[in-house]
């Protein structure tokens, strides 16, 4: 099975800082990598797939990179409403998948 | 718009059974597959059980694996996940979500809660 790992466990910035999220495959996934955002209480909301296509509707402030092993997420200012949780998520063929442990971002 | 409703959740003691439901409207609900995505209280986001669009190929996470069934009646636009012998630690906030493109998860369920404990 492919375990993923995220760093850092949580966060804390100003509003306008950048911050990056990166998240490690513990093999090769290719492009294979998606990223979500959940707030408080809140289903868990697409941000990012295939590593690093913005989902439709999504601030431009969200990006995301990488492939094989090690990928990353990055909010170029960081707004109030960002204060979440993100997840990468791997999936393989037959549309298993496996969810990093979570960034904790405050502000 | 796309809607994702979630059902059947509750409290039961170790070894019962319980049926959640999540139905779609919004969509050609034939065209997608789904999944069973949970959370215990606190936690992170952990995979349950996927279901492609055909209703053929089913997966699961290794510890329902056996307990744990997932299917679909595309009649009722629904996806089921039956759980039986559940255990403390099944105990979450279960989610279910529309796969779309190469297998992103762009719409979700408000999540149910299921709560075993005795």
């Known amino acids: 099975d492919i375990q993923m790992t995220q760093s850092p466990s949580s966060l804390s910035a100003s509003v306008g800082d950048r911050v990056t999220i990166t998240c490690q495959a513990s093999?090769?996934?290719?492009?294979?990598l998606n990223w979500y955002q959940q707030k408080p209480g809140q289903a868990p909301q697409l941000l990012i797939y295939g590593a690093s296509t913005l989902q439709t509707g999504v601030p431009s402030r969200f990006s995301g990179g990488g492939s094989g092993t090690d990928f990353t997420f990055t909010i170029s200012s960081l707004q109030p409403e960002d204060v979440a949780t993100y997840y990468c998520?791997?999936?393989?063929?037959?549309?298993?998948?496996?969810f990093g442990p979570g960034t904790k971002v405050e502000i | 718009q796309v809607q994702l409703v979630e059902s059947g959740g509750g409290v039961v003691q170790p070894g019962e059974s319980l049926r959640l439901s999540c139905v779609a409207s919004g969509l050609i609900f034939r065209n997608h597959g789904f999944h069973w995505v949970r959370q215990a209280p606190g936690q992170g986001l952990e995979w349950v059980a996927v279901?492609?669009?055909?209703?053929?190929?089913?997966y699961y996470e290794g510890s329902v694996k056996g307990r744990f069934t997932i299917s679909r009646d595309d009649s009722k636009n629904t996806i089921y996940l039956e759980m039986n012998s559940l255990r403390a630690e099944d105990t979450a906030v279960y989610f279910c979500?529309?796969?779309?493109?190469?297998?992103?998860?762009?719409?979700w369920g408000q999540g149910v809660l299921v709560t075993v404990s005795s």
């Open positions: 998520q791997q999936y393989d063929d037959l549309a298993t998948v496996t």
């Open positions: 279901i492609w669009n055909d209703g053929l190929k089913k």
């Open positions: 093999q090769d996934i290719s492009k294979r």
């Open positions: 979500a529309r796969i779309a493109g190469v297998f992103y998860s762009d719409y």
